[in-house]
């Protein structure tokens, strides 16, 4: 985790330098300069955030995290801010041109870690449970100031009209509600709609209420764990197998020899962003019986 934390603190002393550089860039504007200001300070205060959250994981590392950040999220991410930089280099960077790469980065998986982070450290450091709301206030800011620009309420549609790569219902069960909450917004991003529940009971009485194509669960959790919760799933609702995807922050030999025994396939946590997306997708696209119109 410590390593999630030391590139976000990468990513926003990048934002804070960038974002005081668009600051100068348009200091006739007084609009976007003290926009930009006030985003370069926003910054600042998240890179000391994640500053104090690379210490506490080095001596503190959670036991089990569930994502790790992949080359091609960072990539991106970096990207829109080198785009931005290099307009201003080139004397380029046109105002709308600026906030389209500003929503591009804010409104990005960058806040979706940042805030799993923060939920990770609610409960362990004293002034961290506010500060999911503060970051919330920071993006309804620069929302709010997207909105009032004469193309802002273009720029946020297409922010928010993202490419659909799936329409189904997906369920995600796990103990932790941190983990919930980031596979929750991995999945949002492609599209469909997502319920959550937080042990194998619960997953079943959702299942006999709507059906998923896709469910991703952890293996050890409270009241029912996951092997138990797929062989109740599976004989209770057949159309179900073939459905779940498992991920475990315990991919011991017994384990995995378990996971295979049934042919169900596994994510060790922590699983890249990329590779979650791609498992997922492996599954929502295989057809079953359902699909074609036949009941659970």
């Known amino acids: 985790m410590?390593?999630?934390?030391?590139?976000?603190?990468?990513?926003?002393?990048?934002?804070?330098?960038?974002?005081?550089?668009v600051a100068g860039?348009?200091?006739?504007?007084?609009?976007?300069?003290?926009?930009?200001?006030?985003l370069a300070k926003d910054e600042r205060w998240h890179y000391e955030i994640m500053s104090t959250a690379v210490e506490h994981f080095r001596t503190h590392s959670p036991k089990v995290q569930a994502i790790s950040v992949d080359m091609g999220t960072r990539e991106k991410i970096d990207g829109v801010f080198s785009s931005i930089s290099h307009h201003l280099d080139s004397q380029t960077a046109s105002e709308k041109l600026i906030i389209e790469h500003l929503a591009s980065a804010e409104f990005s998986e960058w806040n979706d870690i940042f805030l799993y982070v923060v939920n990770v450290l609610k409960d362990n450091i004293a002034g961290f449970p506010r500060i999911a709301a503060m970051m919330q206030n920071h993006l309804r800011f620069i929302e709010s100031f997207i909105e009032?620009?004469?193309?802002?309420?273009?720029?946020?549609?297409?922010?928010?009209?993202?490419?659909?790569?799936?329409?189904?219902?997906?369920?995600?069960?796990?103990?932790?509600?941190m983990i919930c909450d980031m596979l929750k917004a991995i999945m949002m991003r492609g599209g469909g709609a997502i319920d959550v529940a937080?042990?194998?009971?619960?997953?079943?009485?959702?299942?006999?209420?709507?059906?998923?194509?896709?469910?991703?669960?952890?293996?050890?959790?409270?009241?029912?764990?996951g092997i138990s919760f797929y062989l109740k799933a599976t004989e209770l609702f057949p159309s179900t197998k073939g459905r779940f995807l498992f991920m475990t922050g315990d991919p011991s030999p017994e384990r995995l020899a378990?996971?295979?025994?049934?042919?169900?396939?596994?994510?060790?946590?922590?699983?890249?962003?990329?590779?979650?997306?791609?498992?997922?997708?492996?599954?929502?696209?295989?057809?079953?019986?359902?699909?074609?119109?036949?009941?659970?």
């Open 2 to 21: 410590d390593k999630i934390a030391a590139w976000l603190m990468t990513v926003e002393k990048k934002a804070e330098e960038v974002y005081t550089r």
């Open 25 to 38: 860039y348009f200091c006739t504007n007084e609009k976007m300069e003290s926009f930009f200001k006030s």
């Open 148 to 177: 009032t620009n004469e193309f802002g309420h273009e720029i946020l549609e297409k922010v928010r009209k993202v490419p659909t790569v799936w329409t189904e219902n997906i369920l995600i069960v796990d103990d932790e509600p």
């Open 198 to 225: 937080h042990d194998g009971v619960a997953g079943l009485q959702l299942l006999s209420k709507r059906y998923y194509k896709l469910v991703i669960t952890d293996v050890d959790m409270p009241k029912m764990d």
């Open 258 to 296: 378990l996971l295979e025994q049934h042919k169900v396939p596994y994510l060790s946590k922590p699983a890249p962003l990329n590779e979650v997306r791609l498992a997922a997708l492996q599954i929502l696209l295989k057809p079953n019986l359902h699909d074609q119109g036949k009941n659970q």
